[in-house]
């Protein structure tokens, strides 16, 4: 059994930064991927970025492309999400999900995901 635990939302003013990470218990991520999504009020969940855990292969969405970095760290079993150049429009609560690496299925496709985190509220101000 997968567990993740997402840190490091909080509130920053447009044009900041913040850092947020996903740590995972229950096993490695070898064979996984590990994506983030974002949800905000009254709005479907959206897919921001993924990473193959094995070849370090990473996809961003096209609005935070430039802006936001994945990374992961062996050692610490951890994904992290480097958020640069932050809008309004960030706001969110931000979920990090796992799963199994299979070409049949897209990154990009929430219900691909079998591990999900409790979420991370990010607020960005104007």
């Known amino acids: 059994q997968v567990r993740l635990a997402e840190s490091g939302g909080g509130l920053a003013q447009a044009g900041g930064s913040l850092r947020l990470s996903c740590a995972a218990s229950g096993r490695t991520f070898s064979d996984y991927v590990i994506g983030w999504f974002r949800q905000a009020p009254g709005k479907e969940r959206e897919f921001v970025t993924a990473?193959?855990?094995?070849?370090?292969?990473?996809s961003y969405s096209d609005s935070v492309k430039g802006r936001f970095t994945v990374s992961r760290d062996n050692a610490k079993n951890t994904v992290s999400l480097q958020m640069n150049s932050l809008e309004p429009e960030d706001t969110a609560v931000y979920y990090c999900?796992?799963?199994?690496?299979?070409?049949?299925?897209?990154?990009?496709?929430?219900?691909?995901?079998?591990?999900w985190g409790q979420g991370t509220q990010v607020t960005v101000s104007s």
């Open positions: 990473i193959d855990w094995d070849d370090g292969y990473t």
């Open positions: 999900a796992a799963r199994q690496s299979d070409l049949r299925y897209s990154d990009r496709d929430p219900t691909s995901y079998h591990y």
